[in-house]
């Protein structure tokens, strides 16, 4: 009988292991891209649970989703910017709108519906900010009038969440990241959110 592939429900407990683990700064910013490399293309639990076995386990594991806070369905605002990420629940869509403050939507801790999710970013003035799930099946739409359109969007798996993002930036560009491709810029972003959703413990499995 063959030996059946990691889910992708295991696939992203091991990404959040890594994640809070680099928010404890165990992990490297350089060693993101190679770890989950590995975690996507592990053939078995085994081979999945090597990657992070050097890791310490959660002590906050995180939620299911049906306990998760639900993401907004839509935001508007003419100054100021916004943030959403974290342990959320999201709808099948999303909207953002900002006059002048940009916009930093962060989904890789995010349970996405099984129809997929349509995020629509539209910012006049300060850009906008996307990360993705490693694994994610991405669709990208967008215009951008000053500052033009950066993507560096690993490969997906099967099995992984739809994500439909239609976006117009005025002036600041649109940025769309797989997990492990951040920019470095956004790493202080990910690991304080880590450390809010209750850091990996110091205890190795």
């Known amino acids: 009988m063959p030996v059946p592939r990691p889910s992708y429900k295991d696939q992203q407990a091991a990404v959040d292991r890594i994640k809070q683990a680099m928010a404890e700064d165990l992990v490297q910013f350089e060693e993101l891209d190679e770890r989950f490399a590995a975690v996507f293309t592990a053939e078995t639990q085994g081979d999945l649970d090597q990657v992070v076995a050097d ?13 998760r806070h639900i993401a907004p369905g839509r935001s ?11 342990w959320i629940a999201m709808g099948d869509k999303l909207a953002v709108t900002r006059g002048i403050g940009g916009a ?9 519906p099984a129809s997929g999710a349509t995020i629509t970013v539209r910012v006049f003035v300060g850009g906008a900010t996307i990360i993705v799930p490693n694994g994610a099946r991405v669709q990208v739409d967008s215009i951008t009038l000053v500052g033009g359109k950066a993507e560096n969007i ?11 993002i239609k976006g117009f930036v005025g002036v600041g560009g649109l940025g769309v990241y797989s997990l492990s491709r951040i920019p470095k810029r956004l790493l202080p972003l990910l690991n304080g959110r880590a450390k809010q959703l209750g850091g990996a413990g110091r205890s190795l499995p």
Do not use: C, E, N, Y
């Open 55 to 67: 890791l310490p386990v959660l002590t906050q594991p995180p939620p299911p989703a049906d306990a």
């Open 76 to 86: 508007f605002g003419l100054i100021g910017g916004i943030d959403i990420g974290g």
């Open 104 to 112: 930093t939507i962060d989904l890789s801790s995010a349970t996405i």
């Open 154 to 164: 690993v490969p997906a798996v099967p099995d992984g969440p739809v994500i439909r």
